[in-house]
């Protein structure tokens, strides 16, 4: 019986493990071979090991999808779907290379869910292989992996991510794209609505697009790179081509070296990023989004216009055109475009006026000739009565090429670094027009030189004569002390050559509105920083002398000492100490160096800066409003001690004056308060209401001026006043400080804040009371609404319920961030 008892046991093991699922152990595979497969825990790899590909789930093991990814990169990065729209629904799927070549994905309940279908014959034997690039192909078995006569590659078909090597093709004859197409959402790769494409009306261009409509244009190519896109950043670490043919338009791009590992992706919501991997922080950094701001934005000022970032407001009406609608526009509704003031007299001779820098407007209905000139583009242009613009197709060797426009102009914008000219038409009296206004402007620049050179003169006879040298009034490169120990110099220009290895982009630290910013280093071993004038600078001659003399009397641990400057012909340049941790943008915004300024040294930073700010209003020998403080202009010594810097638009005021008005409105769109951005009415308390924002934006690790609440599409003060009236203000803090922060420092400190962005300037605290408050000295009022708020009303069961105006943040400044 015992034994009858064992073997009946032993068969229903037997039986039991016989139907148990079988597990097969992962399997990684180089190539796939004709009817191999690859299952749910096999990997395919390539040669050197960069990528990876095999199936994977976004926490549904329901949903597969069939990927290319980094090898080893965490989180993995997925650059490629082949089953995007159609995933397996259970891990029994299959990758297989079938007998015809081709590709294909099975499930068993649904069978084939994907196919490569390959449309060219294939010659047996034929293989499936990963290349390093990220390329998956098939291919003829017996020849190398960088053969590039493949039966079927992967980088034909690109999803939301395009690679070094991969190309958008456009058929100019028969029509067909190949274009990146975004995800869905973060966690469904299928086709979402938005695309980056070669459009082929006209002279082929590259956009963003949401079906027909676009959002963003890269522009078309100038022979470089499309024309509306950075040249100097990109060429550095890429190498951009395209093939452009009667019947074909292609673009790709190389990276320099094989160390550089870089992406552009589509996500969801129609923006394209470019990333590159940093070994040192082991994640992805942006190095470029598209778009990049306001002026990016498709046709955002409507038709014959220009957007120009740096000017307020940003759209204006090119020359011999006014605003279609002129309420519209004041109120900064630009979609309605601009018209002619005076119609063309096409037979009786029109002219052109030239604009440089520019990125060109859209080219989807202009007509080109790769081999006509620039004076000739110009008669074909004006033989066309419908004709509005001309410029080269081609700006290298002098360019070369002829692109014309008609009718209507749209989407052209100052370029964010370079650019090239067009030629608007204009009526002749129009022209006329231009020219007068262009004299009597430089009659004005020369009346300021001319008064710049006596106001120079006079303070130095008058400091000389007082023995009380202000600054930059000693003719020689040799230092001389004053009475009161502060030096003052004039450096000899080709000693600030050497210093900086004559101006080398190697030293180059930045670049502002005044110009750009270099190291260098004195015969002695100093370290300095030097502001070089740029002749293209939007700042010139009273922005120089307002520096000079301001910050020559200036001396205080939180503000950057200014040592002297040189003048010589026409270079000018600023003399400053050299502030190795740069600005406290570079820290606070960026993932990684953000997490070396923890919640002590931040508080020590906005304590340093609102002491800086106390001495220019109420402690320095005039009272001196700042009007540009923002992050970039806050920069930290090898102590991480903040200092404010950039004094070029700051303005001084004599015994109780405590505000003025300008008809020249500058700053940065962002940090300038309602009165000033709208009226020009400046005070101490336009810095108070600039540096609470500097101080939102420390505490959460977030720009103002870009920021956008997902959920109520609010500003960083709109969405810092939500989460104040909903009692979760300790949401707002960046995720680095969780750990270390003392929650009432928080509060108490964006309290402060709040109280400095209130729209009434009579409401915001001055400079004296903050540091108080931020010491925790006082108890504090309950805060209103800030300016520029763009939300729904949350509290008006106790306010005004006047509407108030929001305006989208946009810089204005000439000193943008260095």
């Not at 055109?321 to 037979?347: A, E, I, Y």
């Not at 014309?404 to 964010?416: A, C």
């Not at 000219?421 to 009659?443: C, M, N, P, V």
């Not at 600039?690 to 420390?698: D, N, Q, R, T, W």
Request: charged share 20%; hydrophobic share 35%.
């Amino acid at each position: 019986m015992e034994y009858h008892s064992k073997v009946l046991m032993l068969m229903v093991c037997t039986f039991f493990f016989c139907s148990m699922p079988t597990f097969s152990k992962q399997n990684t595979f180089k190539t796939i071979a004709l009817n191999q497969f690859i299952q749910y825990s096999d990997t395919l790899v390539s040669a050197a090991g960069v990528f990876e590909a095999g199936f994977f789930n976004f926490g549904d093991p329901q949903r597969q999808y069939f990927g290319i990814w980094y090898k080893g990169m965490s989180p993995r990065t997925i650059v490629w779907v082949a089953n995007r729209n159609t995933p397996v629904e259970n891990s029994t799927g299959l990758l297989k290379l079938n007998d015809q070549g081709s590709l294909v994905i099975l499930d068993d309940s649904k069978g084939v869910v994907w196919s490569s279908n390959s449309s060219r014959i294939v010659v047996k034997p034929v293989v499936a292989q990963l290349l390093d690039s990220g390329n998956l192909v098939v291919k003829d078995a017996n020849s190398s992996g960088e053969n590039k006569d493949f039966w079927w590659e992967s980088f034909d078909y690109p999803g939301n991510t395009f690679l070094p090597g991969m190309k958008l093709k456009s058929n100019l004859v028969t029509g067909p794209y190949r274009y990146v197409t975004s995800w869905r959402s973060p966690e469904e790769p299928a086709e979402g609505e938005f695309t980056k494409k070669i459009d082929t009306h006209g002279l082929p261009q590259l956009v963003n697009a949401k079906g027909a409509r676009f959002l963003y244009r890269a522009g078309s190519w100038n022979g470089y790179l499309f024309n509306g896109v950075s040249w100097q950043r990109m060429r550095r670490i890429l190498n951009f081509s395209i093939v452009f043919t009667d019947k074909e338009f292609s673009y790709q791009y190389e990276t320099m070296n094989n160390s550089i590992i870089t992406r552009l992706v589509l996500d969801p919501s129609g923006n394209s990023q470019r990333l590159l991997w940093s070994n040192k922080s082991q994640s992805w950094e942006a190095i470029a989004s598209d778009p990049e701001d306001q002026c990016d934005n498709y046709a955002l000022c409507g038709n014959n216009s220009n957007c120009n970032i740096n000017e307020f407001p940003i759209c204006e009406c090119v020359e011999g055109f006014m605003p279609k609608f002129q309420t519209k526009w004041d109120s900064s509704n630009w979609s309605d475009g601009c018209v002619r003031k005076t119609h063309l007299n096409c037979l009786h001779g029109d002219v052109f006026l030239k604009y440089s820098s520019m990125k060109l407007p859209d080219t989807s209905s202009s007509w080109f000739d790769k081999s006509t000139s620039l004076e000739e583009c110009k008669t074909v242009c004006l033989k066309n009565c419908s004709c509005t613009a001309y410029a080269n197709l081609d700006i290298r060797y002098g360019g070369s090429g002829c692109i014309l426009w008609f009718d209507n102009i749209v989407d052209m914008r100052i370029h964010p670094d370079q650019g090239q000219d067009i030629y608007l038409r204009l009526a002749s009296s129009e022209f006329d027009h231009k020219k007068k206004k262009t004299i009597l402007k430089r009659a004005g620049t020369l009346a300021g030189v001319i008064a710049f050179i006596i106001g120079l003169t006079v303070i130095i006879l008058v400091t000389l004569a007082s023995r009380k040298k202000l600054g930059c009034v000693k003719m020689l490169f040799h230092k001389k002390e004053t009475e009161d120990g502060e030096l003052a110099t004039i450096f000899d220009f080709s000693t600030i050559t050497d210093a900086t290895n004559h101006f080398s982009n190697r030293n180059k630290l930045g670049e502002g509105g005044f110009g750009p910013v270099y190291k260098g280093i004195m015969v002695d071993g100093q370290e300095i920083a030097v502001k070089r004038l740029s002749k293209t600078s939007g700042q010139g001659i009273e922005e120089f002398k307002n520096e000079v003399k301001l910050m020559a009397t200036l001396q205080h641990r939180n503000l950057v000492k200014l040592l002297g400057c040189s003048l010589q012909h026409d270079e000018k340049s600023l003399i400053y100490e050299f502030m190795s941790n740069r600005s406290l943008d570079y820290f606070i915004f960026d993932s990684t160096r953000s997490k070396l300024l923890g919640w002590t040294k931040r508080l020590e930073i906005i304590d340093g800066i609102a002491r800086g700010l106390l001495y220019l209003h109420q402690d320095s020998t005039l009272r001196i409003i700042h009007r540009d403080l923002k992050t970039s202009n806050i920069l930290l010594d090898i102590d991480m001690i903040p200092k404010i810097s950039d004094f070029g638009l700051a303005r001084s005021f004599m015994g109780d004056q405590a505000e003025a008005n300008t008809n020249r409105v500058m700053g940065t769109y962002g940090y300038m308060p309602p009165e000033y951005a709208v009226h020009g009415s400046f005070s101490i308390k336009s810095d108070v209401f600039s540096f609470g924002v500097v101080v939102l934006e420390i505490i959460s690790g977030r720009k103002n001026r870009g920021f956008c609440d997902p959920l109520h599409h609010l500003n960083l003060l709109g969405h810092a006043w939500r989460l104040w009236i909903e009692d979760r203000p300790l949401e707002l803090m960046d995720e680095v400080l969780s750990d270390a922060a003392i929650c009432s420092e928080i509060i108490r400190f964006i309290h402060v804040a709040l109280l400095c962005v209130q729209q009434k300037p009579e409401n915001r605290p001055n400079m004296s009371s903050v540091v108080f408050m931020l010491k925790g000295g006082t108890l504090l009022l309950k805060p209103s609404k800030p300016g520029f708020y763009a939300g729904r009303d949350f509290t008006s069961s106790t306010e005004s319920s006047s509407k108030e105006g929001s305006i989208n943040e946009a810089s204005i400044s000439m000193l943008e961030a260095r």
